[in-house]
């Protein structure tokens, strides 16, 4: 028996399946970071009845920004062309929730608004590039925020929520994940502050949290979602104490009563597969988060239906599947070979390795 196609909630979303398209950077904005017609066809095309897509990181402020490209959520401006990919959506009667993001210090001063350093909890470098206009940068040192620069971040966060709600969106997920800022801040790798953003963990939870109840005021509880990555170590990621780290941020999110709670396992490194593990971050949090839980990483038909049939997520994300196939709940619904991605158009481009993947012929 399928799991995979019977419907679930999140918070006051109601979906039709379990297959959700997770979020994906593609770098295809326009001038001014803004949407346009081409993404609108690519977020149609992978919509589905009953289907949730995760949009790609939508940065909250321009010092959020480590990929240029990347479309914002930053200015009033941008609203209009989320507002008619969250219109092609829900046409073909899927849902569609933004994730806000702050890469924190992985960015650079070529991306960084008057070529200043990136911020981050502590002047503490990582390994990695981000995108510049002119190609790869290494990600640069960044400087350490003051205590009084936090709550307009998370201010921002909060008006990112607001404008995603204007464009139409089904709910928002705060990038919790893969290194960037709230992650920053939780990972006592990435945190040495010694004021109350720092130290024990419900201090390096507070900003997390901070922001979840930002989007939270903006949005409802039951329309905002928090992505983690347990022991990711993406971003030069790193925590002496994980387990406890990550399973008190869960049952923070959990008092919140937030829609879902999405974790990506350690087995994926940012984008790439590096170990073929079970998947153990879903199953740690499931025992401490009660909401919806939505797993990610690695996941093919059967992992997916064997992780739903052992209860531990309720939905599955599908990344680089869901590039290189629009119709992908179809294709596994009906147990349908699927098309290869192509790595070198994940990130910028035009419609090539974007929107030029072919749906199955079903007419045979
Ligand atoms: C990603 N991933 C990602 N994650 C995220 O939280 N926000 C993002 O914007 C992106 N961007 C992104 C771009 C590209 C091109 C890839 C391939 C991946 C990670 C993604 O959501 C997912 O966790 C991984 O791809 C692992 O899942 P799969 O691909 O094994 O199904």
């Given at each position: 028996?399928?799991?995979?196609?019977?419907?679930?909630?999140?918070?006051?979303?109601?979906?039709?399946?379990?297959?959700?398209?997770?979020?994906?950077?593609?770098m295809?904005?326009?001038?001014?970071?803004?949407?346009?017609?081409?993404?609108?066809?690519?977020?149609?095309?992978?919509?589905?009845?009953?289907?949730?897509?995760?949009?790609?990181?939508?940065?909250?402020?321009?010092?959020?920004y480590g990929y240029a490209g990347a479309?914002?959520?930053?200015?009033?401006?941008?609203?209009?062309?989320?507002?008619?990919?969250?219109?092609?959506?829900?046409?073909?009667?899927?849902?569609?929730?933004?994730?806000?993001?702050?890469?924190?210090?992985?960015s650079h001063p070529d991306i960084?608004?008057?070529?200043?350093?990136?911020?981050?909890?502590?002047?503490?470098?990582?390994?990695g590039y981000g995108y510049s206009t002119k190609g790869a940068v290494p990600f640069s040192?960044?400087?350490?925020?003051?205590?009084?620069?936090?709550?307009?971040?998370?201010?921002?966060?909060?008006?990112?929520?607001?404008?995603?709600?204007?464009?139409?969106?089904?709910?928002?997920?705060?990038?919790?994940?893969?290194?960037?800022?709230?992650?920053?801040?939780?990972?006592?790798?990435?945190?040495?502050?010694?004021?109350?953003?720092?130290?024990?963990?419900?201090?390096?939870?507070?900003?997390?949290?901070?922001?979840?109840?930002?989007?939270?005021?903006?949005?409802?509880?039951?329309?905002?979602?928090?992505?983690?990555?347990?022991?990711?170590?993406?971003?030069?990621?790193?925590?002496?104490?994980?387990?406890?780290?990550?399973?008190?941020?869960?049952?923070?999110?959990?008092?919140?009563?937030?829609?879902?709670?999405?974790?990506?396992?350690?087995?994926?490194?940012?984008?790439?597969?590096?170990?073929?593990?079970?998947?153990?971050?879903?199953?740690?949090?499931?025992?401490?988060?009660?909401?919806?839980?939505?797993?990610?990483?690695?996941?093919?038909?059967?992992?997916?239906?064997?992780?739903?049939?052992?209860?531990?997520?309720?939905?599955?994300?599908?990344?680089?599947?869901?590039?290189?196939?629009?119709?992908?709940?179809?294709?596994?619904?009906?147990?349908?070979?699927?098309?290869?991605?192509?790595?070198s158009?994940f990130y910028g481009g035009?419609?090539?390795?974007?929107?030029?993947?072919?749906?199955?012929?079903?007419?045979?």
């Open positions: 028996m399928s799991h995979l196609f019977t419907p679930f909630r999140a918070g006051s979303l109601s979906l039709g399946h379990r297959v959700v398209m997770a979020p994906l950077t593609r295809r904005s326009s001038a001014g970071d803004r949407p346009n017609a081409l993404m609108r066809e690519y977020y149609s095309q992978r919509a589905s009845k009953g289907g949730l897509i995760i949009s790609e990181a939508t940065p909250i402020s321009r010092q959020g479309p914002g959520i930053y200015d009033d401006g941008q609203i209009e062309g989320w507002r008619a990919i969250t219109d092609a959506v829900h046409e073909r009667g899927g849902s569609i929730v933004m994730q806000l993001w702050h890469v924190g210090r992985q960084q608004p008057n070529g200043e350093a990136p911020v981050a909890p502590s002047a503490l470098q990582a390994e040192m960044p400087r350490a925020l003051e205590r009084n620069e936090i709550s307009a971040i998370v201010a921002a966060f909060g008006a990112g929520a607001a404008r995603a709600k204007v464009a139409g969106f089904d709910g928002v997920e705060i990038h919790a994940a893969n290194g960037y800022l709230p992650d920053q801040f939780l990972q006592d790798g990435t945190n040495h502050r010694a004021d109350d953003y720092g130290g024990s963990i419900d201090n390096r939870a507070r900003f997390l949290l901070e922001v979840t109840q930002a989007a939270i005021d903006a949005f409802g509880a039951d329309r905002v979602g928090v992505r983690l990555s347990p022991s990711g170590t993406y971003g030069s990621m790193s925590d002496s104490d994980p387990q406890t780290t990550f399973g008190y941020a869960a049952a923070r999110l959990d008092a919140l009563g937030i829609a879902y709670l999405h974790v990506v396992e350690p087995r994926i490194r940012g984008t790439e597969l590096i170990a073929e593990t079970e998947p153990v971050a879903a199953r740690h949090l499931r025992g401490i988060f009660r909401g919806t839980l939505i797993a990610a990483g690695g996941f093919d038909r059967n992992s997916a239906e064997a992780i739903l049939s052992v209860g531990d997520a309720d939905a599955v994300a599908f990344g680089r599947n869901f590039i290189a196939n629009p119709d992908l709940p179809d294709r596994l619904r009906l147990r349908l070979p699927l098309n290869a991605y192509d790595r158009t035009d419609a090539r390795g974007y929107t030029d993947y072919p749906i199955h012929s079903r007419a045979a």
